[in-house]
């Protein structure tokens, strides 16, 4: 029988850094003998993809975008993320289900009821192990927007109310379950924001149990 393996999300408002430092991360745990799957909301199964592609690029009301971010999550948890965990690989996922708090319930004022619901009735019901949250000012924020990005999605176009009610949702889930967050300061310089992932993924690789006889494949992620 394996051990469930250790689920672990990144959030942060678009231009708060986690791109800079997923693929870093899937490193470090890989070389640690981590058995990784590496993966993305929405996203991370063909027909998340699919859904992705309309959520970034379709203008549609507030509701539908919801639910199709529900849908594709439905999809990534029972095809993806819940066998991997039951096979006792570890999860590294971009965005979550408090990406919806904060985007949809936050920025766009939906509010946490009815995305507490879906939540619910779809049984979500296993929390990351560890989220890290790459928090910066708004204004750096928009400002990494402004640079590299060639067609901005619909949501990098939002203005700036946007992404303080955003960013006030991110932190109102931290204050509601601080011990599952670490927050991250992502304005400091990229070693410096490293040595505070190195410390707290060290500690999940003590907390958590991973194989170490070759029972479980490598390289599913």
């Known amino acids: 029988m394996t051990t469930p393996g250790c689920f672990i999300t990144l959030e942060g408002v678009d231009g708060a850094g986690k791109s800079t430092h997923i693929a870093w991360m899937s490193d470090y745990l890989r070389q640690a003998g981590v058995d990784l799957v590496c993966t993305r909301e929405p996203g991370g199964t063909p027909l998340g993809e699919q859904l992705r592609a309309l959520l970034l690029q379709q203008e549609m009301d507030l509701r539908t975008e919801t639910l199709l971010m529900f849908a594709a999550r439905n999809e990534h948890w029972r095809n993806t993320i819940e066998p991997a965990l039951q096979r006792g690989q570890w999860v590294l996922c971009d965005r979550y289900v408090d990406a919806s708090y904060a985007y949809q319930g936050g920025g766009r004022a939906l509010g946490a009821t009815a ?17 890290f949250l790459f928090d910066v000012p708004l204004a750096v924020a928009r400002q990494r927007l402004s640079r590299g990005r060639d067609a901005p999605d619909r949501f990098e176009q939002e203005g700036a109310a946007f992404f303080e009610r955003t960013r006030d949702a991110y932190l109102a889930r931290v204050r509601g379950t601080p011990g599952r967050f670490c927050v991250v300061d992502a304005q400091r310089g990229i070693d410096d924001v490293r040595q505070t992932l ?12 991973r194989p170490t006889d070759g029972s479980i494949p490598q390289g599913r992620g």
């Not at 779809?122 to 192990?129: F, H, S």
């Not at 190195?198 to 149990?209: K, R």
């Open 115 to 131: 995305i507490q619901a879906l939540e619910q009735w779809l049984g979500l019901v296993r929390a990351p192990d560890r989220t």
């Open 198 to 209: 190195e410390v707290a993924l060290d500690a999940l690789l003590h907390a958590y149990p």
